[in-house]
């Protein structure tokens, strides 16, 4: 039977763990010198090895040959715990299992001492699914359980987990794995299963899983099947995840930057008809922005939050994909206009205001509205109108000066 390679790739003892040193540091200090907590809660994203390392923790402390840091993996406990069906180790669903009544069947169960292992260890997977009231039949347990007890809890929303159960617990926060850890591992499986893969495609996949090791080896699976034969490209995982080519960010990002509204937009739209992910795309255009040293601090300040609002926007799904990501380009657009507003404060600051073009109007009440708008020119001041000026303030000179355009009040004030 074929095996995903989430599963068949499963490392099964800490020295495999990929991208959490400090947690595994700290259960290995622990297994070694005997002071594994009796409560711990795992707690971080989908994919970054909550329940692997639960069944590490359990095989270390019940492997023939534990406790040890390097469970054989042979034992009858190592296989039962790895594919989940020991009998003292006793993986329940916090989703499934949230209620009252399950929680007083682990306070009932925990009276009796394990059956064939060391110790008698309870995985709550999604424990902040738990109610209330499930939370609270449980906290003298969780505080004060048999020597042979241990719990380890795991939750993608630590947040929702009640402040007592926290305090009876050592929590071991995992962090998104770094995308270079991400990419050694699938280069690793690529190498086992023979795939023929390019290292930018690689690169791409691992980008796209936002710090999912699991995410990552599903995404891979995917690519497989759709290409199983011959190499796998970066346009190969581009059409399967719906993720864009760094080609692509690159050239959108330069249409910006060179006020060139037609071409960012069709860039958009076609990646929207191929059903690209924009929300993904948005992530890349932040990453990419915050990489590039060629933009000043001020406009770079000022894209970041527009792709960062779009990119909020989209995944909370306040307004949909393409029409969010317009209105992020024209205001990324308009943005090159920051440079002229920073060259105009100079020029107040250094006292120049003759040398700021300003709209004005002769007003002549006798001519036709035609002839007063012909009147309308952009000029420098003149001396006289300088003199007129001198009780305007710097902000009203520029309000007018950029017909009301939103500008940095903040720099205006100094």
């Known amino acids: 039977m074929y095996k995903v390679f989430a599963r ?48 590490i923790i359990s095989k270390s402390l019940n492997c023939k ?31 499934s299992n949230r209620k009252v009544e399950d929680a007083r069947a682990i306070i009932e169960s925990v009276k009796y001492p394990p059956l064939k292992r060391r110790f008698k260890i309870y995985i709550i997977d999604e424990v902040h699914m738990l109610t209330q009231e499930a939370f609270n039949a449980l906290l003298k347990t969780i505080e004060e359980p048999p020597d042979y007890v241990k ?13 007592t159960i926290l305090s009876r617990c050592q929590i071991l926060n995992l962090k ?22 390019e290292d930018e495609a690689v690169s791409l996949i691992a980008y796209a899983s936002n710090g999912s090791l699991r995410v990552a080896e599903g995404y891979l699976d995917r690519c497989l099947s759709y290409k199983p034969e011959g190499k796998i490209t970066k346009e190969d995982v581009s059409i399967v995840l719906g993720v864009s080519t760094t080609n692509t960010v690159e050239d959108y990002l330069s249409s910006i930057m060179s006020e060139n509204s037609k071409e960012a937009i069709e860039i958009i739209k076609r990646l929207d008809n191929e059903s690209k992910d924009l929300e993904v795309f948005c992530r890349q255009i932040l990453d990419t922005l915050i990489e590039k040293d060629d933009i000043n601090t001020e406009k770079k300040t000022a894209l970041l939050n527009i792709f960062y609002k779009a990119m909020v926007d989209i995944k909370q799904k306040i307004i949909e994909q393409l029409p ?88 205006l004030k100094k």
């Not at 990929?18 to 947690?23: I, K, L, N, R």
């Not at 993996?73 to 329940?92: L, M, N, Q, R, T």
């Not at 998104?176 to 893969?197: F, G, N, S, V």
């Open 176 to 197: 998104r794995i770094p995308k270079e850890e991400i990419e050694k591992k699938l280069k690793y499986i690529a190498e086992q299963e023979k795939i023929d893969i």
């Open 8 to 55: 068949k790739y499963r490392p099964s003892k800490l020295s495999e763990v990929v991208g959490q040193p400090v947690a595994v540091q700290i259960l290995k200090n622990a297994i070694q010198t005997g002071k594994v907590h009796h409560a711990i809660l795992l707690s971080g994203p989908m994919g970054t090895g909550k329940t692997s390392l639960a069944r």
């Open 324 to 411: 969010s990501m317009i209105v992020a380009t024209q205001k990324a657009i308009a943005t090159n206009s920051l440079e002229q507003i920073d060259s105009l404060i100079k020029k107040l600051s250094e006292g120049n205001i003759s040398q700021i073009n300003i709209p004005t109007v002769k007003p002549q009440t006798t001519q036709p509205k035609k002839e007063a708008a012909e009147n309308t020119v952009n000029k420098p001041y003149s001396e006289e109108e300088v003199k007129k000026t001198n009780n305007q303030s710097a902000v009203d000179i520029l309000l007018k000066t950029f017909g009301g355009k939103i500008i940095n009040i903040e720099k």
């Open 65 to 95: 040959n534990g406790p040890t840091v390097e469970p054989c993996g042979e034992c009858e406990a190592c296989k039962a715990i790895s594919i989940g069906k020991d009998v003292d180790v006793i993986e329940i669903d916090g989703a």
């Open 151 to 163: 719990f380890i809890f795991a939750t993608t929303s630590i947040e929702k987990v009640p402040d």
